[in-house]
């Protein structure tokens, strides 16, 4: 017994020694994000170039230390070790992040306000506490941009692309990180080459969209900073009127087919490309009710504005209903008119919407497409077993038997996602917000969506640093879908 508690104690050390090892690699990639955006600064000379240099000598030098204190640290990656090493990584991420933000002297940041902008913009929430955008120094909106992309298709899965060469195993920290119910899809045998294959769809979409952007008009700092946040469905923009200041009917349209396509599945994107077919799109049942929640929302969306006479003529409504529905569902939050003074029940639904997002392995944050399609199909389910108690009700998808393991974990999603949404409101009245606040603030972070109401509608500057705090550890929590984090909290985890 005791030899068996010295080899296990031995293990937990060699396992921790590696996590750490992974630690000081995210953090040396973390550095890395700190060179494009001193650059630029350096190239438009407008300031602010100065906290890119300390945090990233700060994070590369932190980060080499632990590489090489723990170089000979190898332990294979398990499960358990896997969503310990993503869910440090993002609390990590996030803080590191804000040393920019914080130190940067064109803003003056609190502590909560830099952490909060950079765990929004990593989490793809778009959340913003920075006022008075179109007068910040460029480094400081590139590294907005930029780290909304980089978070867009997660970081830690960038670095599974790296972690063969440390001989570490990285499929338990792609199932931790990737986001949906039905995790166990490979595009490829290696899971350093899934990994690789995302990024190079990734980055081949937001080429294409940046030079749309650019062929529509914009300037090309604003097109590579639009096309960062449009794939990545964050929506963070250069401007306070985000892609209305544009007023550019083309520059929406490009913004919406390409916040559509970060909408998708990322294998779907990847079996098209390789089979030269867009039948994958047009045979998947989630796509398919994508599309189709899309087409019913813009119908009833626009019924009601020309009701309410909210717009001028019936192009302007369609023009911005079709807009913002698309990066309302996709979780995006780009903007070409202020919600708050549409008709209440319009908001509301936004943010109901929202929450549902889109599809699974995609880019955009929310419940996801897949899951609610099992829930209804789950409900519908008990109510024809309440007519006939003897049958046999088989779900499937697709033409597949569903696995009574997802419609478990869908099932348990749905209660823990409603547990902590009380949970977060609560926290957030006790700091002082008011309930329109708290509500929807806490559905928009829980969603990775940013957009919401009452004292958080056009901004979180005026939020309690409590509900700060509170909120940067929901978007967190959205980003990995509950489970990740969730986990760690469980005693019966760390015993095992």
């Not at 650019?214 to 923009?237: E, I, K, P, Q, R």
């Not at 009380?422 to 917000?433: A, R, V």
């Given at each position: ?12 050390s ?16 973390s550095?890395?994000?700190?060179i494009?955006?001193?650059l ?10 100065r ?9 590369f030098?932190s980060?080499s ?7 000979k640290?190898r332990?294979e ?12 990584s993002?609390?990590?991420l ?13 803003m ?20 913003t ?11 400081i909106l ?7 992309w980089?978070?867009?298709?997660g970081i ?5 692309a ?11 920290m792609?199932k931790a ?12 045998p ?7 294959t ?5 980055l ?13 008009g ?9 096309s ?19 007023n550019?009917?083309l ?20 079996t ?7 039948k ?17 929302s813009?119908?009833?969306i626009s019924?009601v ?17 079709a807009?913002?529905?698309v990066s309302?569902i ?5 903007g070409?008119?202020?919600?708050s003074?549409l008709?209440?029940?319009v ?16 880019t ?5 497409m897949?899951?609610v399609?099992?829930i ?19 779900i499937?998808l697709?033409?597949?038997?569903v ?14 996602l ?11 009245l ?8 708290s509500v929807?603030?806490?559905?928009s ?7 919401a ?5 056009s901004n ?7 509900s ?8 967190i929590?959205?980003?990995l879908e ?8 469980i ?6």
């Amino acid at each position: 017994m005791r030899i068996q508690n010295t080899t296990d104690n031995r293990s937990s050390s060699h396992l921790g020694k590696t996590i750490v090892r992974i630690i000081g690699l995210l953090l040396v990639i973390s550095s890395l994000i700190m060179i494009p955006p001193a650059l630029i600064g350096m190239i438009y000379g407008d300031g602010d170039v100065r906290p890119f240099f300390h945090g990233f000598l700060f994070l590369f030098t932190s980060g080499s230390l632990l590489l090489i204190i723990f170089r000979k640290s190898r332990s294979e990656l398990k499960i358990r070790s896997g969503f310990i090493v993503v869910g440090l990584s993002w609390f990590i991420l996030g803080v590191s992040g804000a040393i920019p933000l914080y130190l940067a002297t064109s803003m003056e940041l609190s502590l909560a306000d830099s952490v909060f902008e950079s765990v929004s913009a990593l989490t793809t929430t778009g959340a913003t506490i920075i006022t008075q955008l179109d007068g910040l120094p460029h480094s400081i909106l590139f590294y907005r941009q930029l780290m909304q992309w980089l978070g867009g298709m997660g970081i830690i899965v960038l670095a599974i692309a790296i972690l063969p060469m440390l001989r570490i195993g990285g499929m338990q920290m792609f199932k931790a990180e990737t986001p949906g119910p039905m995790k166990d899809q490979k595009l490829t045998p290696r899971i350093a080459e899934t990994a690789k294959t995302l990024w190079y769809l990734y980055l081949g979409f937001t080429i294409m969209c940046a030079l749309a952007y650019y062929m529509a008009g914009m300037n090309l700092f604003d097109a590579v900073g639009h096309s960062f946040s449009t794939l990545a469905t964050g929506g963070m923009s250069t401007h306070d009127a985000s892609i209305g200041y544009f007023n550019n009917s083309l520059i929406e349209l490009i913004s919406m087919i390409f916040m559509l396509v970060g909408g998708i599945n990322f294998a779907s994107h990847f079996t098209a490309w390789r089979s030269a077919s867009m039948k994958v799109y047009l045979h998947d049942t989630e796509i398919k009710t994508y599309f189709g929640v899309i087409m019913f929302s813009l119908v009833f969306i626009s019924i009601v504005l020309l009701i309410t006479e909210s717009h001028p003529t019936l192009y302007e409504t369609i023009r911005h209903s079709a807009f913002n529905i698309v990066s309302t569902i996709t979780t995006t939050g780009f903007g070409t008119e202020d919600i708050s003074m549409l008709p209440l029940m319009v908001p509301f639904y936004f943010i109901i919407l929202g929450t549902i997002g889109a599809c699974a392995g995609s880019t955009s944050g929310g419940i996801k497409m897949i899951r609610v399609i099992l829930i209804y199909k789950l409900s519908l389910r008990e109510l024809y077993r309440l007519i006939h108690p003897h049958g046999k009700f088989i779900i499937k998808l697709d033409g597949k038997i569903v696995n009574y393991r997802v419609l478990d974990s869908v099932s348990a999603f749905f209660f823990q996602l409603i547990f902590l949404l009380m949970i977060f409101i609560l926290l957030l009245l006790s700091f002082g917000e008011d309930l329109t606040t708290s509500v929807s603030a806490t559905f928009s972070a829980m969603a990775n969506l940013g957009p919401a109401l009452g004292d958080a509608g056009s901004n979180y500057a005026s939020l309690q640093d409590g509900s700060k705090w509170v909120l940067s550890l929901v978007m967190i929590f959205g980003r990995l879908e509950i489970f990740t984090i969730f986990l760690l909290f469980i005693p019966a985890y760390w015993e095992s």
